[in-house]
C-alpha cells in the first residue's frame, strides 16, 4: 500500500535534497574526472525495482554501521557516458561483463569519494537498524553525448535531516490580473444541413444551431476544451415565427449528393476574454460575456470556413444571421485584374461550392 502522506511528504522535501546532493554530485564530478558533466537529480522514492528496470549496475556498498549500508550504483550506461568524455569516443563499448581491474577500481575509488563527500550531511547511530530506504535517482550527460543515463545513490531515510522549503511568498494575487485579455476560441454548436442548402446560403439567411444553447458555450484555449454557463444576451433574441420558413426551397434535391448530409459548426474565432472572466469559467460561475457579442461569427464544415455573420437567439438556441458567403470559386483579384473589365455573368443559377469542398460520411 502507498502511503501518500509519505509522498507528500517527499514531495515537498525535493528542493531540499536537490540543494543538498546535486552540487555535491556535481563537485565530486569535476574534481575527480573533468568538467562538462550535466547532473539532474529526476526522482526520490522507496522503490528500487521501478528505478532499475532494464538497467545494469556496477555497485559500490559503502558501510556506515554494524547493520546498514549506503549503496551508489552507476549504471553501464552511465559509465560509458563518463569514459567516453574522460578517455574519448572509442568503437569499444564498456560491458560490465568485461571490466577491467583498472576500470573496476577507478569507478570504486569514485564512489568512495562521492560517498565521503556526502557523509557530512548523515546522521548515523552505530548500533541502530535503518529500514526505510531512499533511493534519489540521478542522469548524467556529456557536452559529448547524445543521451542521458542513470546512477542511483539509496540512503537510509533516518540518517538524514531534510527540510520542507517553502515556497516564496506570491507577490501577486489573480486579482491583480483581472483584466488583462487572452485570446480564446468560443464555439457557439453545431447543426445538420444537407450539401444542398449549404450551396444555397446567402445574404441575410439565418442558421440556427440545433445542438446549442443561448445559456452555454465552449471556450477553446491552447489544450483546455471547457463548457461553460453565459447569461444570454437579450438584445440579440430574435422573434421565433413558428409559421415561417427559410428560402430555401425544399424537395428539388436533384442528386444522391446534395442530399447527404453534413456537420456546421459556430465559432467566435479569437476573441479576447479576461483573465478574471476565465477565472469564473474555472470556478463554474455564469459569465456574462456582453463584450465579445460584437465579434463575427464563422460557420464552418469539416474545418473549412463557409460564411460568417451576426450572432442572434431564436427560440433559446444559437444563430447566425449571414452577412457574407465564402465563394470557393470566386478567383484572388490581381493587380491586373483590376485594370480589366468585368466579363458579363452567364445567366442562370452559380453554385458557390465545388462538391469536393467538404469531406462527408455517407449517412
Same mark, same amino acid.
Given at each position: 500500500?502507498?502511503?501518500?502522506?509519505?509522498?507528500?511528504?517527499?514531495?515537498?522535501?525535493?528542493?531540499?535534497?536537490?540543494?543538498?546532493?546535486?552540487?555535491?554530485?556535481? !563537485?565530486?564530478?569535476? +574534481?575527480?574526472?573533468?568538467?562538462?558533466?550535466?547532473?539532474?537529480?529526476?526522482?526520490?522514492?522507496?522503490?528500487?525495482?521501478?528505478?532499475?528496470? !532494464?538497467?545494469?549496475?556496477?555497485?559500490?556498498?559503502?558501510?556506515?554501521?554494524?547493520?546498514?549500508?549506503?549503496?551508489?550504483?552507476?549504471?553501464?550506461?552511465?559509465?560509458?557516458?563518463?569514459?567516453?568524455?574522460?578517455?574519448?569516443?572509442?568503437?569499444?563499448?564498456?560491458?560490465?561483463?568485461?571490466?577491467?581491474?583498472?576500470?573496476?577500481?577507478?569507478?570504486?575509488?569514485? !564512489?568512495?569519494?562521492?560517498?565521503?563527500?556526502?557523509?557530512?550531511?548523515?546522521?548515523i547511530e552505530p548500533h541502530r537498524r535503518y529500514n526505510e530506504?531512499?533511493?534519489?535517482?540521478?542522469?548524467?550527460?556529456?557536452?559529448?553525448?547524445?543521451?542521458?543515463?542513470?546512477?542511483?545513490?539509496?540512503?537510509?531515510?533516518?540518517?538524514?535531516?531534510?527540510?520542507?522549503?517553502?515556497?516564496?511568498?506570491?507577490?501577486?494575487?489573480?486579482?491583480?490580473?483581472?483584466?488583462?485579455?487572452?485570446?480564446?476560441?468560443?464555439?457557439?454548436?453545431?447543426?445538420?444541413?444537407?450539401?444542398?442548402?449549404?450551396?444555397?446560403?446567402?445574404?441575410?439567411?439565418?442558421?440556427?444551431?440545433? !445542438?446549442?444553447?443561448?445559456?452555454?458555450?465552449?471556450?477553446?484555449?491552447?489544450?483546455?476544451?471547457?463548457?461553460?454557463?453565459?447569461?444570454?444576451?437579450?438584445?440579440?433574441?430574435?422573434?421565433?415565427?413558428?409559421?415561417?420558413?427559410?428560402?430555401?426551397? +425544399?424537395?428539388?434535391?436533384?442528386?444522391?449528393?446534395?442530399?447527404?448530409?453534413?456537420?456546421?459548426?459556430? +465559432?467566435?474565432?479569437?476573441?479576447?476574454?479576461?483573465?478574471?472572466?476565465?477565472?469564473?469559467?474555472?470556478?463554474?460561475?455564469?459569465?456574462?460575456?456582453?463584450?465579445?457579442?460584437?465579434?463575427?461569427?464563422?460557420?464552418?464544415?469539416?474545418?473549412?470556413?463557409?460564411?460568417?455573420?451576426?450572432?442572434?437567439?431564436?427560440?433559446?438556441?444559437?444563430?447566425?444571421?449571414?452577412?457574407?458567403?465564402?465563394?470557393?470559386?470566386?478567383?484572388?483579384?490581381?493587380?491586373?485584374?483590376?485594370?480589366?473589365?468585368?466579363?458579363?455573368?452567364?445567366?442562370?443559377?452559380?453554385?458557390?461550392?465545388?462538391?469536393?469542398?467538404?469531406?462527408?460520411?455517407?449517412?
Open positions: 500500500m502507498i502511503n501518500s502522506v509519505f509522498f507528500d511528504e517527499l514531495y515537498k522535501q525535493f528542493a531540499w535534497y536537490d540543494s543538498v546532493f546535486t552540487p555535491v554530485v556535481k !563537485n565530486c564530478s569535476s +574534481e575527480f574526472f573533468f568538467d562538462g558533466f550535466e547532473y539532474k537529480l529526476a526522482s526520490i522514492s522507496t522503490n528500487m525495482n521501478v528505478l532499475s528496470q !532494464n538497467d545494469t549496475f556496477f555497485v559500490t556498498k559503502v558501510k556506515i554501521n554494524s547493520k546498514n549500508d549506503v549503496y551508489i550504483r552507476i549504471s553501464q550506461d552511465a559509465i560509458n557516458v563518463i569514459l567516453d568524455k574522460v578517455l574519448g569516443k572509442n568503437n569499444r563499448r564498456f560491458e560490465l561483463t568485461e571490466v577491467t581491474e583498472l576500470e573496476a577500481r577507478i569507478i570504486t575509488a569514485f !564512489n568512495d569519494f562521492l560517498y565521503e563527500s556526502l557523509a557530512p550531511n548523515f546522521t530506504i531512499l533511493h534519489l535517482t540521478y542522469f548524467v550527460k556529456s557536452e559529448i553525448s547524445d543521451s542521458a543515463a542513470k546512477f542511483i545513490i539509496s540512503v537510509p531515510k533516518d540518517i538524514l535531516s531534510p527540510k520542507d522549503i517553502n515556497p516564496k511568498e506570491a507577490r501577486f494575487e489573480d486579482k491583480d490580473f483581472a483584466s488583462s485579455p487572452v485570446e480564446v476560441n468560443l464555439l457557439l454548436g453545431t447543426t445538420v444541413f444537407p450539401v444542398a442548402d449549404i450551396k444555397k446560403l446567402d445574404v441575410g439567411d439565418i442558421v440556427v444551431f440545433e !445542438n446549442s444553447s443561448s445559456s452555454e458555450m465552449t471556450l477553446v484555449c491552447d489544450n483546455i476544451v471547457q463548457k461553460f454557463q453565459v447569461k444570454p444576451n437579450l438584445k440579440i433574441i430574435e422573434p421565433y415565427d413558428i409559421g415561417g420558413g427559410n428560402n430555401m426551397d +425544399e424537395n428539388t434535391n436533384t442528386n444522391l449528393w446534395d442530399s447527404i448530409q453534413v456537420d456546421m459548426s459556430a +465559432e467566435f474565432d479569437k476573441v479576447k476574454v479576461t483573465l478574471g472572466e476565465l477565472k469564473s469559467i474555472e470556478e463554474g460561475l455564469i459569465v456574462d460575456l456582453c463584450s465579445v457579442y460584437d465579434n463575427k461569427v464563422s460557420l464552418k464544415v469539416g474545418g473549412k470556413l463557409v460564411a460568417s455573420g451576426e450572432l442572434v437567439i431564436i427560440n433559446d438556441r444559437f444563430g447566425v444571421r449571414i452577412e457574407k458567403v465564402n465563394d470557393s470559386k470566386q478567383p484572388q483579384e490581381t493587380p491586373q485584374a483590376q485594370h480589366q473589365e468585368e466579363a458579363p455573368q452567364a445567366e442562370g443559377p452559380q453554385e458557390d461550392f465545388d462538391y469536393s469542398d467538404f469531406e462527408v460520411e455517407n449517412q
